[in-house]
């Protein structure tokens, strides 16, 4: 196993720091992996990419990521750029034969993931895509009672993914309200993550049928962007809202259960719950994202005089990845899920196999987000064999 793991990122942003403090945090916390070498960072404002590169510890700066591919120092591409760059990226990435990490949603389309993981099969590379919830330890606890059969016969999946960021009518038209850059709305930016969960611990979806709606069609152009905030002048120049404001979708999965979903930036006051319940016939768990080092548990099999949901801390050494935290009962938090998820992304190059989840867990999850929008758009239900190869 090689010690080093050299690294080119592109974007530098929410996700790149998110990204950043990960490789910064492995060698401390988890050093059974390579070390990531944080060689070079890549963005198009050279003085904000130089900025962020020096603040986050990278070796040097690109502001062509065409520059970035074609080193010969580089061994992973990592895309955290807005979703629109993430196929030309990937594709010239892989045909240079680079390991490749992919935010989510993986593309702007069913077809571009397809061409994504296509070129990374054919390279023989190693690819990733970024749904970090699944590397919440109480998140592996869940899958943990679900596989072990504890939960039993799995019924219902019910997840949420509530934001209220976008609620001021006068909040600017940030990229990720345009469908040619982001794709879809709260569907494919939230909805994802929740669609993602619901594969990793219930199975793989059969037909959706769903709803999404655009409450705030106009809004003033962005003068500056930072992440999830942005300021513009509501006397300013407007443009069209191009995605969706919020998605609502039923479905069936192939082993007989079934799951609601719900992905909006306009449920006031939820800054981000991420959440979901999953009911079996031996009992049911509960997780918040806000509260995101716990996992409600109920089973039908404890004495009557002491049933109810239970809240288990998963901070114990029991718990995946807290051996190498905290001593039990301290907590951790956001960061850490983008740690554990690098962690894996280095240790399956390590071991020479692919990450999980990777792009085949990414084109996935666009066929379903693919299957809600045009059952929204044709008002039906949409099985997932229609967009079958
Ligand atoms: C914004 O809605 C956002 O940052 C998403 O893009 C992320 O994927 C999610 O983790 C948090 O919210």
Redesign the pocket.
């Known amino acids: 196993m090689s010690d080093f793991v050299n690294v080119g990122m592109i974007g530098y942003k929410?996700?790149g720091k998110a990204h950043s403090n990960a490789y910064r945090a492995l060698p401390m916390f988890l050093p059974d992996v390579p070390k990531p070498r944080m060689k070079v960072i890549c963005g198009r404002d050279e003085q904000a990419v130089t900025k962020a590169g020096e603040q986050f510890g990278w070796e040097s700066v690109e502001t062509d990521w065409r520059s970035l591919i074609a080193r010969d120092d580089i061994d992973l591409v990592d895309i955290n750029a807005p979703s629109d760059a993430h196929k030309e990226i990937a594709l010239a990435a892989a045909a240079a034969g680079k390991h490749i990490f992919c935010?989510?949603p993986l593309a702007l389309n069913l077809a571009d993931s397809r061409k994504m993981l296509e070129a990374a099969e054919r390279a023989g590379v190693k690819h990733m895509v970024?749904f970090?919830?699944r590397f919440a330890p109480a998140v592996r606890l869940a899958k943990k009672l679900i596989e072990e059969g504890r939960l039993g016969r799995i019924y219902h999946f019910r997840g949420l993914?509530l934001?209220d960021?976008i609620m001021d009518p006068d909040f600017p038209l940030v990229w990720?309200l345009r469908k040619e850059v982001a794709g879809s709305g709260?569907l494919g930016?939230?909805g994802?993550?929740t669609i993602d969960m619901a594969r990793y611990l219930v199975g793989e979806f059969e037909e959706v049928v769903g709803m999404t709606e655009t409450f705030i069609k106009q809004r003033p152009m962005p003068t500056e962007m930072t992440?999830?905030t942005a300021k513009g002048s509501k006397e300013g120049p407007h443009g069209d809202v191009t995605v969706d404001d919020a998605a609502m979708f039923m479905a069936r999965f192939d082993n007989g259960a079934l799951g609601t979903f719900e992905a909006t930036?306009f449920a006031n006051g939820h800054r981000?719950t991420?959440s979901f319940e999953i009911n079996g016939s031996r009992g049911s768990v509960r997780f918040d994202f806000e509260r995101m080092n716990e996992l409600e548990v109920y089973f039908s099999d404890d004495p009557e005089d002491v049933q109810g949901f239970r809240r288990v801390l998963a901070t114990d050494a029991a718990h995946d990845y807290m051996y190498a935290w905290w001593p039990a009962g301290h907590t951790i938090g956001?960061e850490h899920t983008v740690t554990h998820e690098m962690h894996e992304l280095m240790k399956a190059i390590a071991e020479d196999r692919q990450p999980v989840p990777n792009f085949v867990d990414g084109v996935k999850c666009q066929a379903v987000l693919e299957a809600v929008e045009r059952s929204a758009a044709e008002k039906r239900w949409v099985k997932l064999q229609e967009f079958e190869d």
């Open positions: 929410f996700m935010e989510k970024g970090n919830y993914f934001q960021w990720r709260s930016d939230l994802a993550h992440g999830l930036r981000s991420n956001y």
